[in-house]
């Protein structure tokens, strides 16, 4: 019976998904987690009551919104989206990578970006059937501008995405780098601003000035990853094709109701942020001190840093065992090579760590 199950699995199931592997979230029970670029931080008791008394009003045997009209019409205040611009939502950041590269998929269509970045760029661009092209990063993880616009030439993608700061390596590339890209692109530009709450930098004034032009953010990293809201903002006559793909009702009732409460306490996610900050330098220059790490500058809520005494396998085991998760990008090799990310944690969480790391390497 398996191996008739297995013949009609290789017979119906594309050879390129049987060829990946599952998106891992490694278990972090028991474990103080700084793997994932969560905030920290927990909401206090008195804002966490009112929540819980919005919600109370949500009727739940009714279909949501199926546009969140109202909760986009406050996001578009509360981000500072251009006038003219408009919002389409996602159940996070990945179902709008998802609704974008369904909408652009053909036969031979290229993805482009920068690597290493966010994983799901290419992942997602194989779920549709596209071909995902990376531009290596220079030694320093900057754009190889030459690299980039030959590769732009050759293979004429479809989409382009640009995470601003990138992920894994926590850096801003140059803006008028990016500017050159979003000129010279024949196709759409993202510009994923997922850390924007701890960068201050943004593309968002530039919508309305480049056709080609969407940009990407999300409520995740500033304490609401449990929600999964993803924001695009762009050109309506782009976002009106998007939305065709959308599936109906995508956004909960609840999620809406969540984010809606949100906006009317952004100043609490704002001052966590900036705590987070602080933090990340106390953090950076804790490193920085450590002759077993080479570790890079960060305008994310994470820092990449590389072992140079030893392995990065090794090391990451002798996080986990003394009782601290972060990530192991070592496996992705390259520019990432024997290196580990960890999530920017509170003041005890950032001490346990450092205390950990100098044990294990």
């Not at 998760?325 to 520019?335: E, I, P, R, S, Y």
Request: charged share 20%; glycine share 6%.
């Amino acid at each position: 019976m398996i191996d008739m199950i297995q013949k009609k699995v290789d017979a119906l199931i594309r050879p390129e998904i049987r060829a990946l592997k599952a998106y891992h979230v490694t278990n972090a029970a028991g474990l103080i987690k700084l793997d994932a670029m969560e905030n920290p931080y927990s909401w206090p008791d008195n804002i966490r009551l009112a929540w819980l008394d919005a919600l109370r009003q949500v009727t739940l045997n009714r279909y949501p919104d199926p546009d969140a009209c109202r909760l986009r019409e406050r996001l578009c205040a509360a981000l500072g989206v251009p006038e003219e611009m408009e919002l389409l939502l996602g159940n996070g950041s990945d179902e709008l990578i998802q609704i974008i590269l369904i909408a652009v998929s053909r036969p031979e269509a290229v993805v482009l970006a920068p690597t290493p970045t966010f994983v799901m760029y290419e992942m997602i661009a194989t779920f549709t059937g596209m071909k995902f092209v990376g531009v290596p990063l220079t030694e320093d993880f900057t754009l190889d501008m030459p690299l980039l616009i030959k590769a732009m030439a050759t293979h004429k993608p479809a989409v382009i995405f640009l995470s601003y700061p990138n992920n894994p390596t926590a850096n801003l590339f140059a803006r008028e780098d990016i500017l050159r890209v979003i000129e010279q692109a024949p196709g759409l530009v993202v510009v994923d601003e997922a850390y924007h709450a701890f960068a201050g930098e943004s593309f968002m004034d530039q919508l309305g000035q480049h056709n080609n032009l969407l940009i990407m953010r999300t409520f995740s990293k500033q304490g609401l990853a449990g929600l999964r809201l993803g924001v695009l903002a762009g050109p309506r006559y782009w976002l009106a094709e998007f939305n065709k793909v959308r599936l109906p009702y995508n956004i909960g009732t609840l999620t809406q109701a969540s984010a809606e409460f949100v906006l009317a306490h952004l100043v609490l996610l704002d001052e966590q942020a900036g705590i987070i900050r602080a933090e990340r330098e106390k953090l950076l220059k804790s490193l920085g001190r450590l002759k077993s790490v080479q570790v890079w500058a960060s305008q994310a809520n994470f820092i990449l840093f590389r072992i140079l005494n030893g392995d990065a396998d090794q090391a990451f085991e002798g996080l986990r065992s003394r009782g601290v998760l972060v990530k192991n990008m070592n496996a992705a090799g390259g520019l990432l090579r024997n290196c580990l990310r960890v999530t920017v944690g509170t003041p005890e969480e950032n001490a346990f760590f450092l205390k950990a790391l100098e044990a294990s390497c």
